[in-house]
């Protein structure tokens, strides 16, 4: 037995490339975590989007708090060992009746980081389901290389690039990520994974937290990470400050610095200068 995770789940991780569901808020507080976001929007009115879709663990105390949860932490740690850090964030939002989807994909594709000990916790705020547009994960294909994927810059598709798997995906292998509020799954940065529009009259909104063992580079650029738990004895990474209040100064410059990294990494060989809106 781990922390959080059994070794059954634990082995279920290794051998499939992902482990859920995974319960870590109550219903309740994952509504909490909706209304902090939703009262953001609510003043500025429209929803979350560009650059603050990422990264948002260093402009709100709230999603700080997220990444920094202990049952969150207590699985990862399960998974990657006692030394992390939080290498990004990204709300993965379908509003009501969107076509906004996510082609199949492997994360690891622009990602630059090596070894590939990356392990995505992608947190449930509101229910995800398959009329929602839920992840689907292609069992076990964590252990195929790395796919040539090509870039589509498709308008509704979520992902950075529009990046897609350039080779047929058997889409009757994958498996439905069914999460109530507050439940979470684990993920592999090299599983096959992708996702459809959402077809009811509410939002689904999802976290993606992604967190490496301080032991993984960055083989692009010299970027920046979140030291979330125990020591870090290879300092492949600046350290970002933990915001004060939500939206301060020092939290926007600390935000915008890391930001620019992150998009010359995974829009390397573009034009590209931000975070697709
Ligand atoms: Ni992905």
């Known amino acids: 037995m781990g922390r959080m995770l059994?070794?059954?789940?634990?082995?279920?991780?290794?051998?499939?490339?992902?482990?859920?569901?995974?319960?870590?808020?109550?219903?309740?507080?994952?509504?909490?975590?909706?209304?902090?976001?939703?009262?953001?929007?609510?003043?500025?009115?429209?929803?979350?989007?560009?650059?603050?879709?990422?990264?948002?663990?260093?402009?709100?105390?709230?999603?700080?708090?997220?990444?920094?949860?202990?049952?969150?932490?207590?699985?990862?740690?399960?998974?990657?060992?006692?030394?992390?850090?939080?290498?990004?964030?990204?709300?993965?939002i379908k509003e009501a009746s969107n076509p906004g989807f996510v082609s199949w994909h492997q994360d690891a594709t622009y990602w630059g980081l090596e070894p590939d000990d990356v392990v995505t916790a992608w947190v449930a705020l509101t229910d995800a389901t398959p009329e929602n547009g839920y992840m689907q994960f292609l069992h076990g294909s964590h252990k195929t290389e790395q796919l040539p994927h090509v870039d589509t810059f498709h308008k509704d598709n979520l992902l950075s690039r529009g990046q897609e798997i350039a080779v047929e995906v058997d889409k009757s292998k994958g498996v439905g990520i069914a999460l109530k509020a507050g439940e979470m799954s684990l993920h592999h940065i090299k599983l096959v994974h992708g996702s459809e529009p959402n077809r009811t009259s509410d939002r689904r909104i999802g976290l993606a937290i992604r967190y490496i063992p301080t032991y993984v580079r960055q083989t692009k650029v010299r970027d920046a990470a979140t030291l979330v738990r125990g020591t870090d004895k290879f300092h492949n990474f600046d350290y970002e400050p933990r915001p004060a209040a939500d939206l301060d100064e020092a939290a926007l410059k600390a935000h915008a610095d890391s930001v620019a990294r992150q998009v010359k990494a995974l829009y390397a060989g573009t034009e590209k200068q931000e975070f697709r809106a």
């Open 6 to 92: 059994s070794d059954e789940a634990v082995a279920g991780y290794h051998r499939d490339g992902f482990y859920f569901p995974v319960p870590v808020l109550t219903g309740e507080e994952a509504a909490g975590y909706r209304r902090h976001l939703e009262s953001h929007e609510a003043k500025t009115g429209h929803p979350l989007q560009g650059n603050w879709r990422h990264k948002a663990h260093l402009l709100f105390t709230w999603v700080d708090e997220l990444v920094h949860h202990p049952k969150i932490l207590d699985a990862v740690e399960d998974l990657i060992g006692p030394d992390i850090l939080c290498w990004t964030t990204n709300f993965f």
